[in-house]
């Protein structure tokens, strides 16, 4: 017979486990029985609790590893030994939802390897429960309040958000943080009764919860007299006709005044205007421009002025002053009354406004409270009294 004859006869006896002469140990046959000590269902947190036993089929003690497996997810392998299990640790990972367990023995140089029965476990979502309480209740309108959501959960610690509502009306977000609390503050809620509640949205292992409804008390704000303030005008005494000045306005509060201030003016001038820079003063007083500006003499039907301010002066405001002054302008209105008849002769200007009138004036500078609290200010309106001079 060939060598290459010999060599396949050689393997069949081998497969057939007989070769004459020759004997061939056999594996000891094992099994594995998994039990599983937990409930067969659970909620998240809790721990799936079981061990493995492997016994052999002529009662030696057998070596190697057991593993047990979640699906075919690994949980942990470990020796062999009586009433086998895993690390405490690794029993509370289990995500909700439906799990089958099973152990698997390695086997040994003696022994052969096995898989254990399976067991089925199911996992909930933890049961949570929030509670809400206020920093201020009753609190004043206007007041911050801090709201303190505690979401606590049966056998895990609850993470994720928590919504604060007023009825049904969202009120801000937080999120929880490692001992379940969340904050959040306002200061927007209406005097009133307030219905709040803290609702947990629940995360992969948590269920969702509201809390039990507080109800808050916002309380209007008392109304308290103040103080008053001051007003001070400072800057140029006169204005040219047809032009303007810049005055300055200071608003200063006393005695604790908390309210913005609305400026306006009085006994101006005819045909002047006053206008400020900022109208309205802020709670806590500041400055502003006023600017205070006339008009010069000009045709009925138009708003162009015959001049500007300095220099030439019109006919009629001229001879509204005293003759004794009136003769240092009979030039400029001989020339200016020349003027305006060549202007009616072309059917211009036959009628002319004179503007604001050369003189000096008491102009009020009048302040008024404005704001939740002005009925109760003890001050009322401020005026201040600025003697201005109008000139040619």
Same mark, same amino acid.
């Given at each position: 017979m060939s060598s290459r004859g010999l060599q396949i006869r050689t393997v069949a006896a081998l497969l057939l486990g007989v070769i004459p002469g020759v004997a061939f140990a056999t594996a000891v046959s094992s099994s594995v029985v998994?039990?599983?000590?937990?409930?067969?269902?659970i909620y998240f947190g809790q721990s799936v609790d079981g061990y493995a036993n492997v016994t052999t089929s002529d009662g030696t003690t057998p070596t190697g590893s057991i593993t047990f497996y979640d699906g075919t %997810? &690994?949980?942990?392998? $470990?020796?062999?030994?009586?009433?086998?299990?895993? @690390?405490?640790?690794?029993?509370?990972?289990?995500? +909700?939802?439906?799990? +089958?367990?099973?152990?698997?023995?390695?086997?040994?140089?003696?022994?052969?390897?096995?898989?254990?029965?399976? !067991?089925?476990?199911?996992?909930? %979502?933890? @049961?949570?429960?929030?509670?809400?309480?206020?920093?201020?209740? @009753?609190?004043?309108?206007?007041?911050?309040?801090?709201?303190t959501a505690t979401a606590a959960g049966s056998y895990a610690m609850p993470t994720g958000t928590v919504t604060f509502l007023d009825g049904?009306?969202?009120?801000?977000?937080?999120?929880?943080?490692s001992s379940g609390i969340a904050?959040?503050?306002? !200061?927007?809620?209406?005097?009133?009764?307030?219905?709040?509640?803290?609702?947990?949205?629940?995360?992969?292992?948590?269920?969702?919860?509201?809390?039990?409804?507080?109800?808050? /008390?916002? =309380? !209007?704000?008392? $109304?308290?007299? %103040?103080?008053?303030?001051?007003?001070? +005008?400072?800057g140029p005494?006169?204005? &040219?006709?047809?032009?303007?000045?810049?005055?300055?306005?200071?608003?200063?509060?006393?005695q604790g005044f908390a309210e913005p201030v609305e400026l306006s003016c009085a006994n101006l001038p005819a045909e002047s205007a006053c206008t400020f820079g900022q109208h309205t003063?802020? !709670?806590?007083? &500041?400055t502003t421009i006023l600017a205070i500006s006339t008009i010069a003499p000009h045709d009925c039907n138009s708003s162009t002025p015959y001049f500007l301010g300095t220099g030439l002066p019109f006919a009629g405001a001229v001879l509204l002053l005293p003759f004794s002054k009136r003769r240092r302008f009979k030039g400029p209105l001989i020339a200016l009354i020349a003027l305006c008849g060549i202007g009616c002769l072309s059917g211009c200007g036959t009628c002319t406004d004179l503007g604001t009138l050369p003189g000096s004036y008491?102009?009020?500078?009048?302040? /008024?409270?404005?704001?939740?609290?002005? =009925?109760?200010?003890?001050?009322?309106?401020?005026?201040?009294?600025?003697?201005?001079?109008? /000139?040619l």
């Open positions: 998994l039990t599983i000590t937990s409930p067969g269902t %997810q &690994g949980i942990c392998t $470990i020796p062999v030994t009586p009433s086998a299990s895993c @690390p405490a640790s690794t029993g509370t990972d289990f995500a +909700v939802g439906s799990h +089958v367990i099973s152990a698997v023995y390695s086997g040994d140089s003696t022994h052969a390897g096995a898989t254990s029965n399976a !067991a089925s476990v199911t996992v909930l %979502q933890n @049961p949570t429960a929030v509670s809400l309480i206020s920093s201020a209740n @009753p609190a004043v309108s206007g007041q911050p309040v801090t709201l049904t009306s969202v009120l801000g977000t937080a999120t929880l943080d904050t959040f503050s306002t !200061a927007s809620l209406s005097a009133g009764s307030h219905s709040l509640t803290a609702s947990y949205a629940g995360d992969s292992g948590s269920e969702a919860s509201v809390s039990p409804a507080l109800t808050e /008390t916002i =309380n !209007a704000a008392a $109304i308290q007299p %103040q103080g008053g303030f001051t007003i001070a +005008v400072t005494a006169s204005v &040219g006709v047809g032009r303007s000045v810049n005055l300055t306005v200071t608003v200063t509060p006393e003063i802020p !709670a806590g007083g &500041g008491s102009v009020k500078v009048i302040g /008024t409270p404005t704001g939740a609290g002005a =009925n109760a200010l003890t001050s009322g309106a401020v005026t201040a009294t600025v003697t201005m001079k109008v /000139t």
